[in-house]
RNA sequence: GCGCCUGUAGCUCAGGGGAUAGAGCAGCGGACUUCUAAUCCGCGGGCCGGGGGUUCAAAUCCUCCCAGGCGCACCA
């Protein structure tokens, strides 16, 4: 906790002669228990005061001997550190107190003061289906986008859908050869996906059809009425089958700006790089030479004269620019599109925009298979949709035979099915790859959302129980807190705030994940240590006190992994 | 061929300069007349991919090698 930091780096600063400040980034939170709960250590200063640490930690602690502050007991050497105890029940009141005055906003600060911070979360291509594979992005983003909404950012979320390009020339090819409407009316996306996939099948025979479909996306760019007419049916069945997984999952955005909502912009872009002369022709295409910073040219119109991916992309960075002028803009799209970004961001560097450093690419690694990747053009796919129905259905049975009485079956199932399926991608450090496999996306032990959404619905047990809803505030009975798991527990739930500021700061939603286990773990052992209602009166205060602001810690962190906590389950 | 990422217990992964490298799963053994056993407690299990280097200190930083993944001009 903050305080507690502070209150040591006064005393220690004039001590080693240095900056309060100086002392705050040098304490570190060590590895065992026993050792205290920060530690000072004495390496650099050996050097500065020409003794071995261990001598300096030793001096340190005897002229420390007879002093404690208000929330730390006693300093005492260990090897090279200088090792400071909290004192329990002060520290309690301080941390309990804390969390029950700012509630829901616990662990939320103002770091951002409302600058905007557009987020490029989800973006599917549309009339593809949702697979397993789009889940990472849109809840990593989506994660991200809370978390700097509770650090006091603006958040805009932007579905930067893929409605636009050259699938676009493959589907109508597809659709005026083998199309049929009702089919299409009946199941959309599923029916456009079966085409893309014949598409990429007879084209393997006949590679006509890949030139029959340029020709339809350049017609499409240059406005020609069949195709746009095409575009626009293909994209509005498409958006109403997300709606629905959104919808589910809980996912907003600010926006839906797709790739198609840059074409206006695209000729100035292409103007704006002639004028700085950075690009050139190349055999008939226009060209970005980035050699001189290692890395492989870009192109941004092709020789048929229609334009790529990255054109879109780099309208778009302008225009998010202009429209929000952010102090950071995030792309949270897969690691192998990590080139991309870089040429993204080096181009528009080389246009002179300082802000091309406040522009940054989040990746993540790929759901793939035992066998091998995931592919939508080949059909080997997982949806989203399935793997949904499977982890709830898992969860009503679980519940079925758990807690048959339950009220509200149904809702409890949606939480904890959908909860695990957002964990299991938030849990994990996002750069890694993931290897899909039924069994662990439907075992609700060990480290999953389940775990901590049980642990939350046991403590709402408990405090249902008693005589208020709530627990009222008392200083005394915050005090009277000792028992090693209460004390443990109270220091777990003190590290919220720095988990969500570290988790935004490194764009890893997984660094609170992992902390909500850290915190759930530590009040299952309380709750196997210490009775609540069955204790002293003064006791069941504090401990009232301990684990409403423990179910405080566990709802507040969850929410902004986008996952509800159920009150029962 | 070049570039980026990853390699830690049987499996899935935390830890990303600092004290004795940790969890979960799987295995074995315990704990429900007591606040929900989706839980808890105990046991076994490791050349932290390999070599070299920097440092008082390396799983962590640098370098080379090996293995896997992902990219590298007319897809997104």
Same mark, same amino acid.
């Given at each position: =906790?903050?305080?507690?930091?502070?209150?040591?780096?006064?005393?220690?600063?004039? !001590?080693?002669?240095?900056?309060?400040?100086?002392?705050?980034?040098?304490?570190?939170?060590?590895?065992?228990?026993?050792?205290?709960?920060?530690?000072?250590?004495?390496?650099?200063?050996?050097?500065?005061?020409?003794?071995?640490?261990?001598?300096?930690?030793?001096?340190?602690?005897?002229?420390?001997?007879? &002093?404690?502050?208000?929330?730390?007991?006693?300093?005492?050497?260990?090897?090279?550190?200088?090792?400071?105890?909290?004192?329990?029940?002060?520290?309690?009141?301080?941390?309990?107190?804390?969390?029950?005055?700012?509630?829901?906003?616990?662990?939320?600060?103002?770091?951002?003061?409302?600058?905007?911070?557009?987020?490029?979360?989800?973006?599917?291509?549309?009339?593809?289906?949702?697979?397993?594979?789009?889940?990472?992005?849109?809840?990593?983003?989506?994660?991200?986008?809370?978390?700097? &909404?509770?650090?006091?950012?603006?958040?805009?979320?932007?579905?930067?859908?893929?409605?636009?390009?050259?699938?676009?020339?493959?589907?109508?090819?597809?659709?005026?050869?083998?199309?049929?409407? @009702?089919?299409?009316?009946?199941?959309?996306?599923?029916? !456009?996906?079966? !085409?893309?996939?014949?598409?990429?099948?007879?084209?393997?025979?006949?590679?006509?059809?890949?030139?029959?479909?340029?020709?339809?996306?350049?017609?499409?760019?240059?406005?020609?009425?069949?195709?746009?007419?095409?575009?626009?049916?293909?994209?509005?069945?498409?958006?109403?089958?997300?709606?629905?997984?959104?919808?589910?999952?809980?996912?907003?955005?600010?926006?839906?700006?797709?790739? @198609?909502?840059?074409?206006?912009?695209?000729?100035?872009?292409?103007?704006?790089?002639?004028?700085?002369?950075?690009?050139?022709?190349?055999?008939?295409?226009?060209?970005?030479?980035?050699?001189?910073?290692?890395?492989?040219?870009?192109?941004? &119109?092709?020789?048929?004269?229609?334009?790529?991916?990255?054109?879109?992309?780099?309208?778009?960075?302008?225009?998010? /620019?202009?429209?929000?002028?952010?102090?950071? @803009?995030?792309?949270?799209?897969?690691?192998?599109?990590?080139?991309?970004?870089?040429?993204?961001? /080096?181009?528009?560097?080389?246009?002179?925009?300082?802000?091309?450093?406040?522009?940054?690419?989040?990746?993540?690694?790929?759901?793939?298979?035992?066998?091998?990747?995931?592919?939508?053009?080949?059909?080997?796919?997982?949806?989203?949709?399935?793997?949904?129905?499977?982890?709830?259905?898992?969860?009503?049975?679980?519940?079925?035979?758990?807690?048959?009485?339950?009220?509200?079956?149904?809702?409890?199932?949606?939480?904890?099915?959908?909860?695990?399926?957002?964990?299991?991608?938030?849990?994990?450090?996002?750069?890694?790859?993931?290897?899909?496999?039924?069994?662990?996306?439907?075992?609700?032990?060990?480290?999953?959302?389940?775990?901590?959404?049980?642990?939350?619905?046991? %403590?709402?047990?408990? %405090?249902?129980?008693?005589?208020?809803?709530?627990?009222?505030?008392?200083?005394?009975?915050?005090?009277?807190?000792? =028992?090693?798991?209460?004390?443990?527990?109270?220091?777990?739930?003190?590290?919220?705030?720095?988990?969500?500021?570290? @988790?935004?700061?490194?764009?890893?939603?997984?660094?609170?994940?992992?902390?909500?286990?850290?915190?759930?773990?530590?009040?299952?052992?309380?709750?196997?240590?210490?009775?609540? !209602?069955?204790?002293?009166?003064?006791?069941?205060?504090? &401990?009232?006190?301990?684990?409403?602001?423990?179910?405080?810690?566990?709802?507040?962190?969850?929410?902004?992994?986008? %996952?509800?906590?159920?009150?029962? =389950?």
């Amino acid at each position: =906790m903050q305080k507690l930091k502070e209150e040591i780096g006064e005393i220690l600063a004039p !001590l080693v002669e240095m900056d309060a400040e100086q002392v705050l980034d040098l304490l570190e939170i060590p590895p065992e228990p026993d050792y205290g709960d920060l530690a000072f250590p004495c390496f650099t200063l050996a050097r500065t005061m020409k003794k071995p640490p261990p001598v300096i930690a030793h001096n340190l602690a005897q002229q420390l001997a007879d &002093r404690k502050g208000w929330l730390w007991d006693k300093a005492e050497p260990r090897g090279p550190y200088l090792n400071f105890y909290i004192a329990p029940k002060a520290y309690s009141q301080e941390v309990l107190k804390k969390v029950w005055a700012e509630k829901a906003e616990f662990g939320h600060t103002n770091l951002g003061h409302g600058a905007n911070v557009p987020i490029d979360y989800s973006s599917p291509n549309i009339a593809k289906p949702f697979g397993v594979g789009h889940i990472r992005s849109t809840v990593i983003g989506h994660s991200l986008y809370l978390i700097y &909404r509770a650090l006091g950012y603006n958040s805009i979320g932007i579905n930067h859908l893929g409605d636009w390009g050259t699938q676009f020339g493959k589907l109508i090819v597809a659709f005026k050869h083998w199309g049929d409407q @009702s089919e299409l009316k009946d199941n959309p996306v599923d029916y !456009l996906y079966r !085409l893309y996939v014949q598409f990429h099948q007879q084209a393997e025979e006949d590679p006509a059809l890949d030139d029959e479909a340029r020709l339809w996306f350049k017609k499409l760019e240059s406005g020609d009425e069949e195709a746009v007419s095409y575009w626009e049916h293909f994209r509005k069945l498409s958006l109403e089958t997300y709606a629905s997984i959104y919808g589910r999952l809980g996912i907003e955005f600010e926006y839906y700006h797709g790739e @198609s909502h840059y074409n206006q912009m695209l000729e100035r872009v292409i103007e704006l790089v002639q004028e700085q002369g950075i690009a050139r022709e190349s055999e008939g295409a226009l060209i970005i030479d980035l050699e001189p910073y290692n890395l492989p040219p870009v192109m941004l &119109r092709k020789k048929d004269g229609a334009t790529l991916y990255i054109t879109r992309d780099l309208a778009a960075a302008i225009y998010r /620019k202009e429209t929000f002028d952010f102090a950071r @803009s995030l792309y949270v799209v897969g690691a192998e599109q990590t080139l991309h970004f870089q040429q993204l961001f /080096k181009v528009l560097e080389l246009l002179g925009f300082e802000w091309a450093s406040r522009c940054a690419h989040v990746p993540f690694g790929m759901i793939r298979f035992k066998e091998g990747r995931m592919s939508t053009r080949a059909g080997k796919i997982i949806l989203l949709e399935e793997v949904l129905e499977r982890a709830v259905e898992m969860a009503r049975e679980i519940i079925e035979e758990k807690n048959p009485d339950l009220k509200d079956k149904e809702s409890a199932a949606e939480a904890v099915g959908l909860g695990a399926v957002r964990f299991g991608d938030l849990s994990n450090d996002r750069v890694k790859n993931i290897e899909f496999d039924w069994e662990k996306v439907l075992d609700f032990s060990g480290e999953t959302a389940a775990y901590i959404q049980y642990a939350h619905a046991r %403590i709402c047990s408990i %405090i249902r129980k008693t005589e208020s809803e709530t627990p009222a505030w008392d200083d005394q009975a915050a005090l009277l807190l000792e =028992m090693d798991e209460e004390i443990t527990l109270v220091k777990t739930l003190a590290r919220l705030p720095e988990k969500i500021i570290d @988790s935004a700061e490194s764009y890893k939603p997984s660094i609170l994940a992992r902390y909500l286990i850290d915190v759930a773990r530590e009040f299952n052992r309380f709750y196997h240590n210490c009775p609540v !209602l069955n204790s002293a009166p003064e006791i069941k205060h504090g &401990r009232l006190l301990l684990i409403d602001a423990t179910r405080q810690v566990l709802a507040n962190g969850l929410g902004l992994l986008g %996952i509800i906590a159920p009150e029962e =389950m």
